[in-house]
Every structure is written in C-alpha cells, then in structure tokens.
C-alpha cells in the first residue's frame, strides 16, 4: 500500500524557517518525481515544487523560488522541502504528492502556520 | 501560465441527478495532462480522471471525464452521498495549475 506520512509542521515567525519531511512506503520512490502542493486555510490547491526521480532537476512556484529549496534522499525513500524567509501568505497544509498519472497519491498533508 | 477555470463555482444538486462540472483553460491543454481531484472536508485530494477521461484506480464508473483543447468536463452520472465535495481541475502540461474548484453540495 503506497503511503506518504508528511512531518515537520508547525507554528514558526515571518521570517522563519522550517523542513518539511515525507516519509514514502509502498512504492519504489526512485522510480517517481515528487512534488509539494499547498493549500491556504479555505482555498483552492496551489503548486510549490517538484524533484525529478533522481533528483537532478527542481522546479518551484514563482511564489516560493528563492526562499524554498525541495530535494529527497531516494536512500531513505524521503522527500524535503526546506522553507525559509516565511511569510503569513505561507501558511498552509502542505501535502507531499507522487506524480504518475497526474498526482496519483497524496500525503494527509502537514499544516504550517506563520504568525508572530 | 495557463490559468484554469471552472463552473458553476457551486452545484446544488439531490442524490441520484446528474452533475455536470466545466473546466476552461486559458490555452490548449493537450489531454493527456488534464486530471480532475475530488476533496472532502478535512481530507487530502483524491484523484478522479487522468488524461482527461481515464478513471483511477478505484474510481466508480459514474464519474467520467471529457474534453479537449480548452474545454474540459466532469459528469457524475447519478450523485451518491459520498459524491458531495469539491472538485478540481488541474492541467500539468505547462507547468501545474488548478482550476479554484466547484462545490457540489445537496439540494
């Protein structure tokens, strides 16, 4: 059974920092590009980054480049995403997701919340 | 960017009528990357449709997908309880964008 347990949530300053981790189960996760999706409180789903299956290619949201950086240890099937320079319109559950087929299998996502 | 949207923004409908979702976009999408997600309360994402018509694993067969170009739908053949939730287009061509999704919701 594929399983994606997202981590690393929680309460930080603007201006913080903050990792997320994705632990994956169930599937061969090198074989899969990996991606973060987010989702303010009330709204609508929006794309922050992806990793290709070896991860030798990053992409990010205009919203986030510069100040998050994704990448995986395909050695302990984890996915990360490192955010910094955090500001109130990034509060939101953030969800790890496996692309094959579109976005296949979703995390139970992890909330961060950005507030002084 | 190609942006996406999709109507009516709410659908009230009764259990066992037919439900019928758009998704425009702003440019050609190629359907292969055109994908529609189902979201409950409280809950991650379900994925519905790939390639603009194909079923998920798991998927019911009432739920069916169409389309091409900039014109995308999804039809909910006849609406169960559990079909109550929001729905949402999503276009990976170009990128990745979603529609701001349609809630459907009882009558």
């Known amino acids: 059974e594929v399983q994606l347990v997202e981590s690393g949530g929680g309460l930080v300053q603007p201006g913080g920092s903050l990792r997320l981790s994705c632990a994956a189960s169930?599937?061969?996760?090198?074989?899969?590009?990996m991606h973060w999706v987010r989702q303010a409180p009330g709204t609508g789903l929006e794309y922050v980054s992806s990793?290709?299956?070896?991860?030798?290619?990053?992409y990010y949201a205009n919203s986030v480049k510069g100040r998050f950086t994704i990448s995986r240890d395909n050695s302990k099937n984890t996915l990360y995403l490192q955010m910094g320079s955090l500001r109130a319109e990034d509060m939101a559950v953030y969800y790890c997701?496996?692309?094959?087929?579109?976005?296949?299998?979703w995390g139970q996502g992890t909330l961060v919340a950005v507030s002084s | 960017e190609i942006v996406l949207t999709q109507s009516p923004g709410t659908l009230s409908l009764s259990p066992g009528e037919r439900a019928t979702l758009s998704c425009r976009a702003s440019?050609?999408?190629?359907?292969?990357?055109l994908a529609w997600y189902q979201q409950k309360p409280g809950q991650a994402p379900r994925l519905l449709i790939y390639?603009?018509?194909s079923r998920a694993t798991g998927i019911p067969d009432r739920f069916s997908g169409s389309g091409s170009g900039t014109d995308f739908t999804l039809t909910i053949s006849r609406l169960e309880p559990e079909d109550f939730a929001v729905y949402y287009c999503?276009?990976?061509?170009?990128?990745?964008?979603f529609g701001p999704g349609t809630k459907v919701d009882i009558k």
């Open positions: 997701v496996r692309r094959f087929n579109a976005y296949d299998y």
């Open positions: 169930g599937f061969t996760f090198s074989d899969h590009a």
């Open positions: 990793i290709s299956d070896n991860g030798g290619s990053t």
């Open positions: 440019q050609s999408v190629s359907s292969s990357y």
């Open positions: 390639g603009a018509s």
């Open positions: 999503q276009q990976h061509s170009n990128s990745f964008t």
